[in-house]
């Protein structure tokens, strides 16, 4: 069975500093892996998926994450954060028919 | 073009009543799959349909039903409600493997239940 693990519920950073959130998943197949992000009574939003090829993703909003087969991670990164970052961050694996295992999510503060 | 959309937004109903929640899927996908997302956890898989048949379902009972119609639109019913089921039910749309296939999910807002 997939799982997907996000270390830390809850990450402070300061505005123009770097971002990163971490995610490690398990998965019994090569695995198709996504971050979300969700905004305050909105919806989730795709930032960036990995499928195939190139292990470096880029995405919306200056994200990118790196997929890591030998750690079984897919970090999050973000290199100056912006205070519109501030929101929920989930990570989530995929082994196929279009189903999701999320992760229970990573908040990310942003100070001025 | 119009995204996931659902309906109602938002709704309360007391405990053992039955709710229908309702998805229209993006433009073209074929495939709608059904979330639970409690407060403060991630969305959790209920169902998923295409070709209006219940394809993969999640860890939930039976009280948890659905429906895929020919446009492709789905309903989501929940019977005797717990105080339990208050959530988010969030709706997303795919399409089925084959040409154009990514695997990515789109979300709709959502629906807030609230079981009182």
């Known amino acids: 069975a997939q799982s997907v693990t996000q270390l830390g519920s809850h990450v402070s950073v300061s505005e123009g500093a770097l971002v990163l959130l971490r995610c490690n998943y398990s998965?019994?197949?090569?695995?198709?892996l996504f971050w979300y992000v969700q905004y305050p009574n909105q919806g989730l939003q795709l930032l960036l998926k990995?499928?195939?090829?190139?292990?470096l993703v880029k995405g919306i909003n200056g994200f990118e994450a790196e997929f890591k087969k030998s750690e079984t991670s897919f970090h999050l990164t973000k290199p100056s954060a912006h205070m519109s970052d501030a929101a929920e961050y989930f990570c989530?694996?995929?082994?196929?028919?279009?189903?999701?295992?999320f992760g229970k999510g990573t908040m990310l503060l942003v100070s001025p | 073009d119009a995204g996931v959309t659902q309906s109602p937004t938002h709704l309360i109903k007391t405990r053992g009543q039955q709710v229908t929640l309702r998805c229209s899927p993006k433009s073209g996908h074929d495939t709608v799959s059904w979330y639970q997302q409690a407060l403060g956890q991630g969305p959790q898989f209920i169902f998923q349909y295409y070709e209006e048949e219940e394809r993969q379902r999640g860890n939930f009972p039976d009280r948890f039903s659905g429906h895929q119609f020919p446009n492709y639109s789905s309903e989501l019913n929940v019977n005797a409600l717990l105080l339990g089921d208050s959530a988010l039910y969030l709706c997303a749309s795919s399409l089925a493997r084959g040409a154009g296939y990514t695997g990515e999910l789109f979300f709709g807002e959502g629906s807030r239940l609230t079981v009182l």
């Open positions: 998965s019994s197949v090569p695995p198709y």
């Open positions: 989530a694996v995929s082994e196929g028919y279009s189903t999701l295992t």
């Open positions: 990995y499928t195939t090829g190139a292990t």
